[in-house]
């Protein structure tokens, strides 16, 4: 938090809607933060099915555990986030801290302890102290707010330089539905732990299963996309609460997966979450470049999305990146690690639309000061061409800085 | 070059020895530097066995080829190592200089091109100008000496801040034998691209298979369990030369790789690669820490390789390391990443011999102040037991720090 805002946050914020069957309250618990709010209370209407994916970590948190097994029910009342404190490799005490925040969460809105999800980020390791909801829950139930969506967004801040917020609507059976997200990124200072969370809200009325659906395949081409050291947290958290409250205006309620009229809103849902993760790459740590990764020519997209990650998360493309210098030999260099099909001698390579190098060689017609030009700006685009098939794939990524370092070494000196 | 000699480097450096059947010389030939070698040939009596393992990046550079080409035959009359441009990523000029420099080696030597390996380290995408060889090839295997060793190293250097070189003996059938090896490490300076290089001297008379099986064997936990930053060169080359000499002292031809009287050999012979390969890790661009760590309790030592890497490559491992800061949570994180089989409830981590983590949660024993002085020594052993099976592996990094974003990335600011 006491980091200057990211010079790649977005230059406005969404004012979010209100959506029916959501309220919304914050609060300042006191979890580790002093002077700013750190839970985070989301109440929703009877009948809101629930979806979601989490890290594929094999050490995952306690909440990531909790709400695994209770996305089976398919229902939610309730969505608890605090920041402060992961509740991550805490043991069996982590366990019970789950279950007594999901009480005290229940007792104050009167649901079921199963009907509520929870997600937390921050210190590792360290036992949470969930009795400190109980003194908060009862006055964040009766503060419930349908429009307190910017307070959402930074009651489960870390070390996000700026509250992350996507809207949009889409018509659904001629009825206008509204998609809201909110999130928070790949911030981390020592001790806490990386971790992205986001939550999408919306009133269309779609089952659990088809919400599932729409989730898990959204995500491939959107946070799953994004990456900003190539490390993954305990606790990543993506999940969906879908009211059906649309269903009072009369929209249909979609029951198959394979439902035509989940078209438009399929698009409108992948476009909040495409927002909310190229907002975390924005605010990547130490981040002072955008860079947008796209994989042409591979044997499949699998094989593009591989080449993709492995020169995202190279330390020597993304320093060479940082220093402004287009330095192909590296992106060369982290194509040929990758494991995957490649020929050195159909390789081409683009910065920013130029193209320096071309089937296995420098390309002698570059102009040096153009690509200087475009190595300059904030926001890079970095193409590759394997020359081998039709396989492509699209990753955002920043660049590796001086600044990451400090951030997440430089505690002690 | 300009850099100051890492502060782990190696307090002594080792002279090495005269090995019958070889003789070595230096020359500037101009490639890239100004005022120091760059050019090292390495002449062998006939009869010389050879043997090698390349980068597996799917980008090898020419030189790389021809070498894997080359190897087949088995023998080697000569070693030609250039500095300052790596032939990497040249096409069919890469391809026709490394033909052109096996020429005028063979004809400097009165041998075949064939049995001429080379090695190219420095600049990628920039053709290599062979020609330049031409001037100093005649001159080189004239002054070849057998006790060069250590211009032979620094000949070989780009980025490295001190030259690499470790020797051995060994009694082989009752006659005492040496092995030689000089090494250059992962330093890159844009453009040049991270190539370690590292060629073995051995009077053994080791028939060829049995060299390959020897220096295949030796890699797995010598050079292929040093990591700096996860990237792998196009360039990555290790070759071993056997002139067989000793034979003529008594020494044993050694045709099978099961032969018993192998065994002190091929430790002394491990232990070179060991040695080399920890100057690489203690050479680490920007190193102010070597990193040891060692996962035991996994399912394999192929899992515990895996978990290993994953935790020596993790950004974030590497900068809490830097701090000094014994950060075990993102130990967790980078093993559960990992992908392998790991219980979050069973694992315990180390840092220095102090257990910080135990069974799923912080040790609740720990002496803060204790770790913190283990944190502040240059060499930080660290160890992970996944409490599963018996796999057991160990690799060697170092940390991450600013000033291997500045060497990597200030090329502009």
């Not at 971790?195 to 729409?214: E, G, I, R, W």
């Not at 399929?266 to 947008?292: N, T, Y």
């Not at 990764?293 to 020597?316: D, Q």
């Not at 590296?330 to 494991?339: I, L, T």
Request: hydrophobic residues 45%; contains cysteine.
């Amino acid at each position: 938090m006491s980091h200057p805002v990211s010079p790649l946050a977005p230059k406005t914020r969404p004012v979010l809607p209100p959506i029916e069957g959501i309220a919304l309250a914050t609060a300042a618990a006191g979890i580790r933060y002093r002077g700013r709010t750190d839970v985070l209370l989301a109440r929703f209407d009877r009948g809101t099915t629930v979806a979601g994916v989490f890290t594929r970590s094999k050490c995952a948190s306690a909440p990531v555990e909790w709400c695994r097994a209770k996305l089976k029910g398919g229902k939610a009342r309730a969505l608890v986030v605090n920041s402060g404190n992961a509740n991550a490799f805490t043991g069996r005490s982590g366990r019970e801290a789950t279950k007594l925040t999901a009480e005290l969460a229940a007792k104050a809105l009167g649901c079921r302890p199963a009907d509520v999800f929870l997600a937390s980020t921050g210190v590792i390791g360290e036992p949470l102290d969930a009795t400190k909801f109980g003194g908060v829950m009862d006055d964040l139930a009766a503060r419930a707010d349908p429009a307190a969506w910017t307070e959402a967004a930074e009651a489960i801040m870390t070390t996000d330089t700026f509250p992350k917020l996507a809207t949009a609507k889409a018509m659904l059976g001629g009825v206008e539905v509204t998609i809201n997200g909110i999130a928070k990124g790949a911030g981390m200072i020592a001790p806490d732990m990386a971790t992205m969370l986001a939550f999408v809200f919306t009133d269309a009325p779609v089952a659990a299963p088809v919400l599932q659906s729409l989730v898990s395949r959204a995500v491939v081409d959107t946070f799953n996309a994004v990456t900003i050291d190539g490390d993954t947290s305990t606790s990543d958290t993506l999940i969906a609460f879908a009211t059906g409250a649309a269903a009072g205006r009369g929209a249909p309620r979609i029951d198959r997966t394979g439902d035509r009229r989940l078209a438009e809103f399929r698009r409108a849902f992948e476009a909040v979450l495409a927002d909310l993760s190229e907002q975390i790459a924005r605010d990547g740590e130490g981040a002072r470049k955008l860079v947008e990764i796209r994989v042409e020519g591979a044997t499949s997209k699998k094989s593009a999305r591989r080449i993709a990650m492995s020169i995202a998360n190279s330390p020597l493309v993304k320093t060479a990146i940082a220093g402004e210098d287009a330095n192909w030999g590296r992106v060369v260099m982290a194509v040929g690690k990758a494991g995957e099909p490649a020929d050195r001698d159909k390789l081409s390579i683009w910065f920013g639309g130029i193209r320096v190098a071309h089937r296995g060689a420098r390309d002698p017609d570059y102009d040096e000061k153009a690509v200087s030009e475009v190595m300059r700006k904030p926001e890079i685009a970095l193409k590759v061409d394997l020359g081998l098939g039709n396989g492509r794939d699209r990753v955002l990524t920043c660049d590796l800085t001086k600044e990451y370092v400090a951030i997440n070494g430089d505690y002690r000196s």
